[in-house]
């Protein structure tokens, strides 16, 4: 069993950053792809970010690369998304994921219990 705690959420204007993180406990991380999806009111989860269970590969939704970086440091069972350049469309509910490396925002074995990110205009 692994269990996911996401922090780092908030309310940032349009162009702004915010950095999310992902305290992973349990089974140990590096059997484990991790990402990061979310899910916006009234539309399906949409995948976000994943990254491969050695970090040697990374894959990003076409609305959020070149804008948003993830990364893992197992050593610390934690993983991050820095994002920049926020737009209002990136308003949502991002959760942390762990398990296959797939895009799909049902694929993975374990989710976090989710945190807000809000960006006004």
């Known amino acids: 069993q692994v269990q996911l705690v996401e922090s780092g959420g908030g309310l940032v204007q349009a162009g702004g950053s915010l950095r999310l993180s992902c305290a992973a406990s349990?089974?140990?991380?590096?059997?484990?792809?991790m990402g990061w999806i979310r899910q916006a009111p009234g539309k399906e989860r949409e995948f976000v970010a994943v990254?491969?269970?050695?970090?040697?590969?990374?894959y990003y939704a076409d609305s959020v690369k070149g804008r948003f970086t993830i990364s893992r440091r197992d050593n610390e069972a934690l993983i991050s998304l820095q994002m920049n350049n926020l737009k209002p469309e990136d308003t949502a509910v991002y959760y942390c994921?762990?398990?296959?490396?797939?895009?799909?925002?049902?694929?993975?074995?374990?989710y976090g219990q989710g945190t807000q990110v809000t960006v006004s205009s």
């Open positions: 349990g089974r140990t991380l590096s059997r484990y792809a």
């Open positions: 994921t762990a398990g296959p490396l797939t895009e799909r925002p049902g694929g993975y074995d374990y």
């Open positions: 990254i491969s269970f050695s970090g040697a590969l990374t």
